[in-house]
Structures are given as structure tokens and as C-alpha cells.
């Protein structure tokens, strides 16, 4: 089992920069490949970024692809998620998942665990 805390999140406005934090416990958190997604009011929790187990592979969803950059730290169980030339569409619960999963998976059904969510709002 793993717990993932998300934290980075908060108000910025258009064009600025946010780091999220996703820390994991447990001492296994290097064999899951980890991703973050976000959510807006009203719609559907869509994909933003994966990164494998060893963080060399790491996709994007196209509406953030240049402007957002997945890493991880194995050593401290995190991944980051770096978010620049935010946008107000950006506006969104961003939400990290951990998959057990073989291959890199750009959806919600292919993650095993799930934090709870911190508040990224862009204002204009």
C-alpha cells in the first residue's frame, strides 16, 4: 500500500510558475511508476504527465506538453511536478497516482493509488 500527500499547490497568475510535491510512504515507492492528473470544476480528471519507475520515460498530455516537467526522486519518495507559463485553463485539483503497472498509462483506470489533491487556481 501507498500514501501519497500532495503539496505546491496555491494561486498564481497567468505566466507565473508552481512546483508541486507528491510525497509517497512506504519503502517501495521506486517500483511504481508514478503520474499526475488534474480535474476542474464541472469536468472530467484528465492526464497531465507519467514518469517510469526509474524516471527516464516520462509522457505528457498535449495541453501541457513544453510547459510542464515531471521528475522523481526515488531517494525521497517523491515526484515533482514543475509548471511553468501557467495558464488560467490550468485551474484544477491536481491529483498524483502511483500504477503498478508495466508500461507508462495515460489513464485514471491504470493507477492504484491516489492522493488527495491540492488547489493549482491561475488567475488572469
Known amino acids: 500500500q501507498v500514501q501519497l500527500v500532495e503539496s505546491g499547490g496555491g494561486l498564481v497568475q497567468a505566466g507565473g510558475s508552481l512546483r508541486l510535491s507528491c510525497a509517497a510512504s512506504g519503502h517501495t515507492f521506486s517500483t511504481y511508476a508514478m503520474g499526475w492528473f488534474r480535474q476542474a470544476p464541472g469536468k472530467l480528471r484528465r492526464f497531465v504527465a507519467a514518469?517510469?519507475?526509474?524516471?527516464?520515460?516520462?509522457y505528457y498530455g498535449d495541453s501541457v506538453k513544453g510547459r510542464f516537467t515531471i521528475s522523481r526522486d526515488n531517494a525521497k519518495n517523491t515526484v515533482y511536478l514543475q509548471m511553468s507559463s501557467l495558464k488560467p485553463e490550468d485551474t484544477a485539483v491536481y491529483y498524483c497516482?502511483?500504477?503498478?503497472?508495466?508500461?507508462?498509462?495515460?489513464?485514471?483506470?491504470?493507477?492504484?493509488?491516489w492522493g488527495q489533491g491540492t488547489q493549482v487556481t491561475v488567475s488572469s
Open positions: 497516482a502511483a500504477s503498478q503497472g508495466e508500461v507508462l498509462t495515460t489513464t485514471s483506470f491504470g493507477y492504484d493509488y
Open positions: 514518469i517510469s519507475r526509474s524516471g527516464v520515460g516520462t
